[in-house]
């Protein structure tokens, strides 16, 4: 499958998923194999992505949330698998790819050969995985996995007894995430964190004692016996006239990263996204987010250069059909060109869910016969009035 179909795969499934999913996640239930010499080792590359220990530390507290809900035993954190979802997510993030084997560099090899090089026993004890990029928070990443039969099994699996949890951001700004599950606490472990509302202590002194008997508890793994507090004041209406919005991530699907950042994008300043040409062709998207599904008008501007004449396309994503439309197709050259697009049609189709805000994504591509050459984007926004 090319990095385009599984694009549009993801991106069509995210539709069922979630409002704010970009992307689709991966599992791989482990069993022992047989045992074999080591492959590789477990130390990532200094490059390889921006690691999100914060994003990880959250996604361990959901999955023990809900294991608490089904009455499951609480995973403990252990440094092999987490030295192994952290060495994933990191090449991946640095990388651009989304599969459970490693391909090289530095070495191909499977999920259990990097388990095993990072302490894990995987020819003794069984394991699972579950990986998936695109997803901005760790609630998001989570409910996509539970929507999904395969990785909901493995953060359910009741023989399991350890995780590791890696998340690491790319140089676009797309995270990457990993969960590495097992049935073996080797290595060292760290207690799961206990809840405040299944501890059998009045934590609040307001003379009531967990879940369900204290109000202040939602659930029995709720971290906090506090009563609610008031509800917060209503939203500010929603603004008026033209409202703008640009990138807050970016994936690419063909070419290489040059430089600059996703912030580039944000203002015809000067600053600028460069990527390389593979094969002839350049093609990247990038999320616009908290978009209302309430449009009146929506527009879309983008501004770049060429360092060789290319065929640039614009497309907008249909979330209703599930496939990229297109809006705009012309030669870009060597002079920096601004491309401007009013969008006809169901407007509320080009933002993902149905109600409240979504997400919009814009697709930007640049081909030639053959001729390497690099692309240079200055500014990707759209205009809309709610």
Same mark, same amino acid.
């Given at each position: ?8 795969? &993801?991106?069509?499934?995210? %539709?069922?998923? /979630? ?16 045992? !074999? ?5 477990? &130390? ?34 252990? *440094? ?21 084997? $490693? ?20 020819? /003794? ?12 928070? %760790? ?22 007894? @350890? ?22 606490? *080797?290595?060292? +472990?760290?207690?799961? =964190? ?9 934590? $609040? ?10 109000? !202040? ?10 009563? @609610?507090?008031? =509800?917060?004041? =209503? ?18 699907? &063909? ?10 994008? +944000? +203002? ?103 001729? =390497? ?14």
């Amino acid at each position: 499958m090319t990095a385009t179909q599984l694009l549009r795969r &993801a991106l069509a499934l995210a %539709a069922v998923i /979630s409002a704010v999913v970009m992307a689709t996640p991966t599992t791989v239930p482990g069993s022992p194999a047989v045992a !074999g010499a080591v492959v590789g080792d477990c &130390a990532p590359g200094a490059n390889w992505g921006t690691l999100r220990q914060d994003l990880a530390n959250q996604v361990v507290q959901l999955v023990n949330q809900h294991r608490a809900s089904l009455g499951l035993t609480q995973l403990m954190v252990t *440094t092999p698998l987490t030295d192994a979802a952290v060495w994933k997510s990191r090449h991946m993030a640095f990388y651009g790819y989304l599969q459970h084997a $490693d391909p090289a560099p530095p070495v191909a090899r499977s999920v259990s050969d990097r388990l095993l090089a990072c302490g894990y026993p995987s020819t /003794s004890a069984g394991w699972g995985e579950n990986i998936a990029y695109g997803y901005a928070t %760790a609630n998001a990443v989570m409910q996509g996995w539970l929507n999904s039969p395969g990785h909901r099994a493995n953060i359910e699996n009741a023989s399991y007894r @350890a995780i590791g949890v890696g998340a690491a951001a790319s140089s676009l700004g797309t995270i990457y995430w990993t969960q590495d599950f097992g049935t073996s606490t *080797t290595g060292g +472990a760290t207690p799961p =964190p206990t809840y405040a509302c299944s501890n059998e202590r009045d934590d $609040d002194g307001d003379g009531k004692v967990d879940y369900p008997a204290d109000p !202040g508890c939602a659930s029995a793994s709720d971290t906090d016996e506090q009563d @609610a507090a008031p =509800p917060p004041p =209503p939203p500010p209406p929603p603004p008026s006239g033209t409202v703008t919005g640009t990138p807050s991530s970016a994936t690419l699907n &063909a070419g290489t990263y040059v430089s600059g950042y996703v912030s580039s994008l +944000a +203002a015809d300043d000067g600053a600028y996204l460069g990527l390389a040409s593979t094969n002839g062709s350049v093609l990247w998207w990038g999320r616009i987010t908290g978009v209302p599904n309430t449009l009146a008008s929506l527009a879309v501007t983008y501004r770049g250069f060429s360092s060789t004449a290319c065929t640039q396309a614009l497309s907008l994503f249909n979330w209703s059909t599930g496939v990229w439309s297109p809006l705009d197709s012309r030669a870009l050259g060597t002079s920096e060109t601004e491309t401007a697009v009013t969008v006809g049609g169901v407007l509320a189709d080009f933002v993902s869910g149905t109600t409240g805000s979504g997400d919009v994504a814009v697709r930007v591509g640049c081909t030639t016969h053959s001729t =390497p050459f690099t692309m240079s984007s200055e500014l990707l926004k759209i205009a809309y009035t709610p």
